[in-house]
């Protein structure tokens, strides 16, 4: 079955791979994950694993809550949901932690990529920018034309322009597991993941591993 694991993003840092090249390493706090909900093909539409992850400690004030939060023993800071097919059968309430995985497995990893703010093109596409030379004191970063004049006289949608950069869900596929350590919850990933320190992962063995 395809199922995975929330994780907290710690941070980076580097080891030593064969023939002592340093390999860069991201250190996520994996799991533990309670299984929220099991959806069904016959009751839901579709078949999936709600997982939640992150206890967050009961409040001894608070206002009235609804009768569904009432009924849940612990509260999780996070609840996502991963996609099955025919497999192992799992139940509500069982723990996911990250020996799910080990090391040399193939991982895609998820998250929320760095927010940037405002860019212009060049930083947000790499556009190299105008000449440098014949009076072209004012056009070093600029777009350049948009668009045509008569036709088709407007400015196409999704063409690449200055916007909002980062801020968005990005998955990272093709991941190599360097190490595991279930002792404390720790999951050590070759490369690169979205998001920042402290954010929310999802990690799960790869769809389109490849050769």
């Known amino acids: 079955m395809t199922l995975g694991i929330l994780g907290k993003k710690l941070g980076m840092t580097q080891t030593y791979g064969k023939g002592g090249k340093t390999e860069a390493i991201t250190a996520i706090e994996a799991g533990p994950c309670t299984i929220m ?60 932690d990250v020996s799910l995985f080990k090391a040399g497995d193939i991982v895609d990893v998820s998250g929320i990529s760095k927010g940037k703010g405002f860019a212009g093109g060049v930083k947000r596409y790499h556009f190299r920018g105008g000449p440098k030379t014949h009076g072209q004191s004012d056009r070093w970063r600029a777009p350049g034309s948009v668009g045509s004049n008569t036709s088709p006289g407007r400015v196409y949608k999704g063409l690449r322009m200055a916007g909002h950069l980062g801020d968005a869900h990005v998955t990272v596929s093709n991941l190599v597991v360097s190490e595991v350590d279930p002792a404390r919850n720790l999951l050590l ?23």
Do not use: C, H
């Open 189 to 211: 990933i070759k490369g690169a993941v979205p998001g920042m320190t402290n954010g929310l992962v999802m990690i799960q063995k790869s769809k389109r591993e490849k050769k």
């Open 37 to 96: 909900q099991v959806k069904t093909a016959e009751k839901d539409g579709y078949t999936a694993v709600q997982l939640g992850f992150g206890e967050v400690k009961k409040q001894k004030t608070g206002g009235k809550k609804g009768k569904a939060k009432e009924k849940e023993p612990v509260k999780f800071k996070y609840r996502r949901e991963f996609r099955t097919d025919n497999g192992p059968k799992v139940e509500a309430g069982q723990k996911i």
